[in-house]
Every structure is written in structure tokens, then in C-alpha cells.
């Protein structure tokens, strides 16, 4: 890999948030100050790619997906779909985009509207889009888009509402939402984490069958370690707002490099009866710190084990220490 | 004798659309020092087991039948004040399923965890905040903690702090809810690695509640998988999840993935849990089950021990 142009590229993305200031930091003229939820952050996907954006609460990985669909504007930095600079598009232009990107948000529960029918949620993109004069066309498509995520016979969804389906029926609606237009690329937010053990391998595997069969690519956005093993091929592991360590799949788990990757490995669990009485040795202390007072230096340095002098001075730089793997970390930076 | 016995226990939330049999004919026991590891998907009933040994089970849920006793006390039918005095907390307490939300967000942490001491015990503020503060130390927290808001604490160290609640009344047996489904994966790791500590120094009894297979094998001596509001397998850990008998068990542990492991095809179970309302007839399971025969829609099977300790509820496994 590495030729072809790139689905998406990104390239130095910021998405700062202001925070309010109180009354005496405004009476002292204090800056505002903002949460820095994505800092600096640069990366491809190629053409047929899963690539996974893993991270605890308040990395930033969501924020990175709702930037690429344009739910929000970034700060600064770009964002390329197929070459072309998305951050300055025109309202037509931004038009076609929509069409070509979708998202698919973690809660099912949510992300349908309770008072639409299955109908009327897979119909709305379609209008909206222009897509379809008839209401016999729209019909068409909306039941081959049923088929394709196997709500079968399609005719017996149509007038359900969200609470008549289940979760997993749900979020296979969300999945028909996202495919109805023909996109080329989604954004799979957390698309299983509210979904029961027994159904989540279930919509995974048919995200994964869509993908071959439309020719998608995704973004997978994850906090669990081991679905994103198992669904994607490469993996970024985010922490406050900066990539940390970027690499395929396998590499990540079996040799990984920053020591917040290692420690995030050692603490998944595993269904494995022997560690019942193990207290597991977890390298880092603490908790992640607030993304509005984030530490100088690395943002890692002070629950890192291994920190030395430049930790907490410098920021290290997202290098690649071998091929296709790259790392921020002192540790691996070149003398 | 065990020290909490539950024979036929049931708990129907009492509907106007019927009952709906949350909790429908479970017998287990448990010894102190034991670790019981109860598993099974949303609404299997669960958690509604969780609140009926602890007797604090939601209007309009009710325990119908059944047996709950508690180092020889028997729980059910007991009236409300004397449960209140002598075994709520006392004899088994509960950490809360997202307890991070669990504590008053006006109340220091000292004032809410002495509170329930002074109410019970007579005791004097100042006793009663030395204690807390002990039980804070107990579970890994600075005792200057007594003094901050909830909302001043991460994430982890407001779950430490309910765990240190539960423990107020050094109960025997502690239910714990989901205890780490909100947190993040290290904070995760730190509260499962306390939780095994505290069950070693204070000899616990630990019933943990959890939809993650994964996690409960952490820390469960034995499990048990519920479906539909049965136990349909229940066994020591190493027993169950190396040799799971129910087809149940069987493909929930196929849908795990699994980090450090090659990768291979998860399976998945097709269709839904059923209605509790109205579940269906014989083995609850069997309109998913890929192994189903004439038997299973007509009679409903029977835990029968099928190894030592290691009980099924299949027919496949009945005896003719």
C-alpha cells in the first residue's frame, strides 16, 4: 500500500472547543481557553481499507468523524476526499460530498427519529438528495437497501417504527440509512458498543459484507481493542487529541511500541478463567487528565514509566520507525 | 451451609400487559469467600436478580416465590425494618450498576458515606467520618477524598468511592452491578485488580453482574449464564469456559473477539431474546437454538449436573 491516491487524507487537523472564561480570568484578561479535542492529527485511508481511530473517552476519535462528515468545521488543517480539499467546498459542492460520505453513530436508539417509520427514515435521505421522482422509486430503493442488510421480506419493516424493532434490527436500519445513497465512504462510530454480545459479531460481519460488496471504505471509531482487531486493517490509537502509535492490525498487537499502546493491551480482559485470582501488573497509573490542560512536552510523559529529560519539554513527532509504523515517542525519535 | 442460599426464586415485574418473568424459577448458592460470575444479555434478568437479593426491586417488580437466605437468615418476607437493620448492608450490599452517577452530586463524599452510619449506628460525625476514611484508604483513595464533590473525582475514583460505600458495613456478600461498563479500559483493569484484592483481604463473597464475558472471567471462581430469566449453565470458570455445554454458552463465547488471537470468523446467534410476557414454551432458547429436536418446544429441561459442580439446562444433556 501507499501509492494510490488516498480516500481520505488528512492532513494537520485541529479542532479546538472555546471554553467559557469565568469572571476573573476575564477581568485579568486572561486568553480564553479552549479543549483541544483533535491536535495536530494527519492520516490516510485507502481505497477499501478499514481503518480504526481507537482511544479511551476524550481522545478526540469522534470529533475526527464528525470533522471528515462535516458535522463540524475544523479549526484548521485539511481534509481530502479523493483529492479534493473539503474544508473549502461550495454549498453544491457540499451537496455531492454528502452524498458520497455517510455515518453510522453508535446509539440506534437515538439516531432514529421515534416518530418516523422505517420508511420515512430511509425515504428522507432520498428526497433530500434528490434522488427518485416517484414514490414507487423511492420504494424500490428503499427495499433493495432492507435486502442488503438482510431485513427480510423488506415489505414487513416498512411500517415499523424504532421501538417495534429490536437493536440489532435498528442499527441494521441505520447501516440500510448510510448505504441508501451509494456512499464511497462511512464513518462507523462506535457502531456495536451498544449492541448485545450475541448480535454484534452479526452487524460486524455484514458492515463487512456491504464493504466487499459496494466496494466501501471506513473509518472505524472504537474504544474496544479487540472488535477493532478483528474488523479493521490498520489502527491508530489516539490519546488527548494526538495519534500515538499507527499501524496495521496485527503489528499493533503483536509488537507494539509507545508505551501507552502496551499498557492499553495489557489491561483488555480476555475470557480466560486463569487470570481469576492474577492481579494484572497495568504500567501506568492514573487517569487520563483533562483535554483543557493538557500536559507540555508529550502528553503522555507524566504517567509514562519510561519518561526521561526531553519528555516533558518537547513534543515528540509521529515518525515511522519502520515500515507502515509509526510512533510519537522519544523513545524511537532519531539521534 | 452456603452462605447465601436462593431457592426457586422468582421476580415478576407485575405489568398491565401480564407479568413479566424476569427472574423465573433460579436456585443457586454461594460460600463465602466465592466469587460467582452472573452473565447473559440485556433484559435476561440479571440485574433483576442483582436488586431481589438485596430486596430493593423496583415497583412494579416483586419477588413471588422463592427463598433467599442469607447466612441463615431467610430474606424474603422479612419485614422492612427489620431487613433495613439487620442485613441490608450489613449482611449484603450492592455496588450499583453506573454507580459514577450513583452518588449525590451535592453532598461531599464524606458527608454521604458517614450519613448512613450515624442513621444506623448512633454513632458521632467525627466517628463516622474516621471510618469512611478508613474504607477510603481501602480502596486505593487519598482520606482527604472525605472533603471533595463527586464532581470533582475521575471517573475511577468515584467507582472506588461507591465500592468503599458498599463496604461501610463490612457485609458478607456484595452484588456488583456492571461495575466497570462505563469506565475506560485501564481504569477498568485497576478496578477489577481492587475488586480481586478486597475479595482476598476481607474474604468477600462477590456476586458480579456483567454482560461481558470477558471481564467476569477476571474475577469469577464460578458463572453462571442466564437466558430469558433462567440459569441455563452454571459451573466453576475453567469448567464453563472451557467446555461450555448449553448451545447458548456456546456461541456467546464464539461472538467474543478476541485481541491476542488469531483472527477467525465470529459466530453469531440469529434472532432476538424472547418476550417475558409470554416466553416460549419448553427450553426458552430453542427458537434459536441450532441443535433443537421434538423435546425441546414441549418440555423445559432441568439443571442436571453434568461434570462436578457443572450444571446444564439442555436437553441434550438429559438423561433418558
Not at chain 1, 25 to 34: D, H, I, N, T
Not at chain 1, 254 to 271: G, I, Q, S, W
Not at chain 1, 280 to 306: N, Q, T
Not at chain 2, 267 to 287: D, S, V
Amino acid at each position: 500500500m501507499g501509492l494510490p491516491e488516498p480516500v481520505i487524507r488528512v492532513e494537520r487537523l485541529k479542532k479546538y472547543f472555546p471554553l467559557r472564561r469565568s469572571i476573573v480570568e476575564f477581568l485579568k484578561g486572561k486568553p480564553p481557553r479552549c479543549v483541544k479535542a483533535v491536535d495536530d492529527i494527519s492520516f490516510e485511508i485507502y481505497k477499501g481499507e478499514v481503518f480504526a481511530l481507537a482511544g479511551e473517552s476524550g481522545c478526540g476519535k469522534t470529533t475526527t468523524g464528525r470533522l471528515i462528515v462535516k458535522l463540524i468545521e475544523p479549526t484548521s488543517g485539511k481534509i481530502y476526499f479523493n483529492g479534493v480539499d473539503i474544508t473549502t467546498l461550495s454549498r453544491e459542492e457540499e451537496k455531492e460530498y454528502r452524498k458520497k460520505v455517510q455515518i453510522i453513530f453508535q446509539d440506534p436508539y437515538g439516531s432514529l427519529n421515534p416518530r418516523f417509520r422505517v420508511y420515512n427514515v430511509l425515504e428522507e435521505p432520498l428526497i433530500l438528495a434528490g434522488i427518485g421522482e416517484t414514490r414507487a422509486e423511492r420504494e424500490e430503493l428503499i427495499i433493495r437497501a432492507l435486502e442488503s442488510v438482510r431485513m427480510v421480506p423488506p415489505e414487513e419493516f416498512l411500517g415499523r417504527y424504532p421501538h417495534q424493532l429490536s437493536g440489532g434490527q435498528r442499527q441494521r436500519v441505520a447501516i440500510a440509512r448510510a448505504l441508501i445513497l451509494n456512499p464511497e465512504f462511512i464513518v462507523a462510530d462506535e457502531p456495536v458498543s451498544m449492541l448485545d454480545l450475541s448480535i454484534r459479531a452479526e452487524i460486524l460481519n455484514l458492515l463487512d459484507e456491504v464493504k466487499k460488496k459496494y466496494g466501501l471504505t471506513y473509518l472505524y471509531i472504537t474504544h474496544d481493542l479487540s472488535t477493532a482487531r478483528y474488523f479493521s486493517d490498520r489502527i491508530a490509537i489516539m490519546y488527548l487529541g494526538k495519534i500515538m502509535e499507527m499501524t496495521d492490525c496485527d503489528t499493533l498487537v503483536e509488537n507494539p511500541l509507545h508505551p501507552y499502546t502496551k499498557a492499553l493491551l495489557v489491561a483488555v480482559p480476555e475470557p480466560d478463567p486463569s487470570m481469576k485470582d492474577v492481579i494484572k501488573e497495568i504500567p501506568i497509573k492514573g487517569e487520563v487528565p483533562s483535554a483543557a490542560a493538557i500536559p507540555p512536552g508529550c502528553r503522555f510523559h507524566p504517567r509514562c514509566p519510561y519518561r526521561f529529560e526531553p519528555c516533558d519539554k518537547e513534543e515528540p513527532e509521529l515518525i515511522e520507525v519502520e515500515p507502515g509504523h509509526w510512533v510519537a515517542c522519544h523513545l524511537y525519535a532519531k539521534r | 451451609m452456603a452462605l447465601l442460599e436462593v431457592r426457586n426464586l422468582k421476580a415478576y415485574y407485575l405489568t398491565s400487559r401480564g407479568s413479566v418473568k424476569a427472574v423465573d424459577n433460579i436456585s443457586f448458592e454461594l460460600d463465602r469467600g466465592e466469587s460467582l460470575g452472573l452473565a447473559g444479555e440485556s433484559g435476561c434478568g440479571k440485574s433483576t436478580l442483582g436488586f431481589s437479593l438485596i430486596n430493593l426491586l423496583p415497583p412494579p417488580g416483586k419477588i413471588v416465590d422463592g427463598s433467599i437466605k442469607i447466612d441463615g437468615i431467610e430474606v424474603v418476607g422479612l419485614p422492612d425494618d427489620e431487613l433495613r437493620r439487620e442485613v441490608r448492608w450489613k449482611k449484603i450490599s450492592m455496588i450499583f450498576q453506573g454507580a459514577m452517577n450513583s452518588l449525590n452530586p451535592v453532598l461531599t463524599i464524606g458527608d454521604q458515606l458517614s450519613e448512613p452510619l450515624i442513621y444506623h449506628h448512633g454513632i458521632s460525625k467525627e466517628e463516622a467520618l474516621e471510618r469512611v476514611k478508613e474504607h477510603l484508604e481501602l480502596v486505593g483513595l487519598e482520606p482527604g477524598i472525605a472533603k471533595r464533590y463527586p464532581h470533582e473525582l475521575s471517573g475511577g475514583m468515584k467507582q472506588r468511592a461507591v465500592i468503599a460505600m458498599a463496604l461501610l458495613e463490612h457485609p458478607d456478600v456484595v452484588i456488583a452491578d456492571e461495575p466497570t461498563t462505563a469506565l475506560d479500559v485501564i481504569v477498568q483493569a485497576q478496578i477489577l485488580n481492587l475488586m480481586k484484592s478486597l475479595k482476598k483481604k476481607l474474604n468477600l463473597s462477590i456476586i458480579f453482574i456483567s454482560h461481558d464475558l470477558a471481564v467476569i472471567s477476571e474475577i469469577a471462581d464460578r458463572l453462571a449464564i442466564m437466558y430469558a430469566g433462567k440459569i441455563v449453565e452454571i459451573g466453576p470458570s475453567e469448567s464453563v469456559y472451557l467446555s461450555p455445554k448449553h448451545p447458548y454458552t456456546q456461541k456467546l463465547l464464539g461472538a467474543i473477539p478476541r485481541l491476542r488471537q488469531k483472527k477467525q470468523r465470529l459466530e453469531f446467534i440469529p434472532g432476538a431474546p424472547p418476550n417475558l410476557i409470554h416466553p416460549p414454551p419448553g427450553c426458552r432458547f430453542h427458537p434459536r437454538c441450532p441443535y433443537r429436536f421434538e423435546l425441546c418446544d414441549k418440555e423445559e429441561p432441568e439443571l442436571i449436573e453434568v461434570e462436578p459442580g457443572h450444571h446444564v439446562a439442555c436437553h441434550l444433556f438429559a438423561r433418558r
